[in-house]
């Protein structure tokens, strides 16, 4: 069932004393990609493949970070193997 609600209910309050920073400079950069496990798990299966002749295509809407994110969790690879 589908309930209407107003926009005040809809609206997030988040107490500024409940953070952990004081401003965006405190905080450190994600080093994981958010809500894309099947997207990182389908890189790591093409990663593991041992033979040559594969590849891994990413596919999204224009302009949402995929080549960033695939650089970043490349590198971070890397560094472990």
């Known amino acids: ?3 209407k609600i107003t926009a005040q209910q809809a609206r997030r309050k988040v107490e500024l004393q409940n953070l952990s920073c004081k401003t965006i400079d405190d905080l450190k950069p994600l080093k994981t990609i958010i809500g894309q496990q ?3 798990n389908a890189l790591l299966l093409g990663l593991g493949m041992r033979a040559q002749g ?4 990413v596919s999204g809407q224009p302009g949402t970070g995929k080549l ?3 650089k970043s969790f490349l590198t971070e690879f890397a560094k472990k193997d």
Not at 54 to 57: G, K
């Open 68 to 70: 960033t994110a695939v």
């Open 54 to 57: 594969f590849n891994v295509y």
């Open 38 to 40: 099947r997207a990182m």
């Open 1 to 3: 069932m589908i309930k």
